[in-house]
């Protein structure tokens, strides 16, 4: 995958997702919200309208209550019951009294239409002759089965529900049957016709939604009454009324009129009625369209960001790191010369521009670089042959010490012979030796023949003491790590001091690794001092004048060797003596190393 399509496929996963998700996820938890807070909102409505609805019907029921317990209508129909012939139109005082009650208490209700009052043998008063019904046409009715099951409480049909009012179906129907006051039984039946004005009212008062409707509905699904005064009379379907899992209050989105629309439904308190809450959905949704639009607006500006941003610093920058590549390859094929690789973002200014030219610049500074080494490895093996032909063997340095020390014992010189000895067993360690790993016995023994060398010059001025046990004399060290840090504690701690200098050098075993101390009561070293002995920073006099290895080289030998935990730690104090610590890794030399310094057999632990 190249470097471009690579930014395009990340900004695709930081920009364009992320905005997506998001999106979508505020789109979708907005929708839900939006649809939780419409649902709770028709509850709360649809309950109020049936409250009201429940109330008003109340009032035309205490009417009906207060008019069939009358004495004048219990009576006149109680004796209907003995005498059959008997009619209220008969115009006796009697009769003419009863209308009266009847209208005064029933008909005098703005909202009911008519009244018709029936024995259990025939009809016995109308009030409107458009709304008369015989007795065999009520008795065949589908609804008055349901209303003898209600023992006397009103049974209510709303409009379309009573197919005897042929010629105006939009009227609600009440009806009764009239029981005995005293002993309950069925004497007649009461039907009043009630004006719709009650249900425009309350409807017209009920809280939707813009474009939204109210509906009254049958258990058969028929549209009693609707708010819009759309689809009355008509049979709708739905599923909540043929379900055998109805909930009693719920919400859910369906087809209605071939409209995606939100639909919510209650049962009323009213026995086969049921109030049920349309809105279209996208009446709903039309507040959450503005996240989606949003979302969508965010996702172009982004995409022409992009796109923009491609082309302006994304194609450019690849150019200009193609462009580096490319000189890469030739230096990886030994073509150092910058000029070769012109481009034409030379002037860009910024940090890709600084990547460009700084490359350049490498590019020609390695070129020099390596004219230069190339020369100077001409220069080195030139010094080296040069180096190699006045190279004295070391051979013919141990055999003039040899007969040295043979003239100074014939002469009987001891303190020459002893010198002469010390000088030859240090120089076998500092030349003789090709291995940087050596026992610990052999370096110990090194720093005592230097400082044996350093008596004969210092005469009574210094002693030392070992301390070395035996069974880590095998451990392996480093060469020369202890000689320099002793010449060290003689020329800067004991040389300059009025008193008799001491060095202890002690070597003993701490958590699994070697520690080598060596301690002098010399003048000790102020941070200065030790920045110019630790740190090598002497003057140029100085730099001359010493010849020898520093604590530093030392230090770095064995951190290169055996990693950070392992080095030099220095404790000095002025006028109070230094102690330098050496900590190295323990594990067991390849081979035994003896008093006189041959090699002995190998010794593993």
Known sequence: ???????MLAIILLVFIPIIALGVFSYVNFAAAMERKTSEFYYTSLLETDRKLNYALAEINGISDVSIVQPLVQQFLKRHLQQSQLSINSGTNEDRQLTADLNNLLLAHPKINSLSLYSKHEL??????EARITLDVLLKSPWYPRMTKLLGRPLWLGPYENPNLTDNPMQLTHSRTIKDYYTLEDIGTLVLTVKTDMLDTIFWEASTLNQGDILLLNDEGRVLFS????NLGKQMQFPFLSSSAYHPAQSYRDKYNGLDTFITYVPSALEGWHLVALTPVDEVMKDSRSIRNITLGLLLISLLMVFLFDRMFVARLVKMIGTVVRGMKRVEIGQFNANEFESPYDHVKDEAGALLHGFKRMSSQIGELITRVEEEQKRKKQAEMQALMSQINPHFIYNSLESINSMAVLQGNREISRMVISLGKLLRISISENQELIPLAMEIEHVKNYLLIQKFRFEDKIDFELDVQDSLKNIACMRLIVQPIVENALYHGIEQMNGKGLIQIRAFEYRQDLIIEIADNGLGMS????EEVFLETFSEAAKHKRKGVGMRNVHERIRIRFGEPYGLMVCSS?????????RIPIFISDYTYSQNGDKGADNHR
Do not use: A, D
């Open 1 to 7: 995958m190249t470097l471009r399509r690579k930014f």
């Open 124 to 129: 016995l008063y109308y009030s409107n002759p």
């Open 227 to 230: 708010k819009s005064g759309q």
């Open 527 to 530: 941070s200065e001092r030790f």
């Open 574 to 582: 002025m006028n109070e003596g230094t102690i330098v610590r050496i």
